[in-house]
C-alpha cells in the first residue's frame, strides 16, 4: 500500500465522513488491498477481500462517492480485517 492509498483508507475511516472522495480512489485502495474485482452490469460492482463480499453502485454522472457509499466502504474493510 503506498501513501495514496494510505490517505484513502484514513478518509474512510475519519469522522465524520469527508463529503467528496473520488470512486476511483477507493476502487485502487480495494484493488492494493489484494480484493477481487467483479465488474457487473451497469455502475454494478463487487469485490472480495479476504473471503468477505461487498456490492456498489459507482457513482455517475459524476465522480465522487458519496458518504453513505464510503460509509459501506468503511464497512466492507472492517469486516474484512483492514484496520486504519
Given at each position: 500500500?503506498?501513501?495514496?492509498?494510505r490517505?484513502?483508507?484514513d478518509a474512510i475511516f475519519s469522522n465524520p465522513?469527508?463529503?467528496s472522495?473520488?470512486?476511483c480512489k477507493i476502487d485502487a485502495l480495494f484493488?492494493?488491498?489484494?480484493?477481487?474485482?467483479?465488474a457487473?452490469?451497469?455502475?454494478?460492482?463487487?469485490?472480495?477481500?479476504?473471503g468477505v463480499r461487498a456490492d456498489?453502485?459507482?457513482?455517475?454522472?459524476?465522480?465522487?462517492?458519496r458518504r453513505y457509499q464510503m460509509r459501506a466502504a468503511r464497512e466492507f474493510l472492517q469486516l474484512a480485517g483492514v484496520i486504519a
Open positions: 500500500m503506498n501513501s495514496t492509498h490517505k484513502t483508507l465522513v469527508p463529503a472522495l473520488e470512486w484493488i492494493a488491498l489484494d480484493a477481487q474485482k467483479i457487473g452490469k451497469g455502475s454494478r460492482v463487487a469485490y472480495v477481500i479476504n456498489f453502485h459507482r457513482p455517475h454522472p459524476g465522480k465522487n462517492a
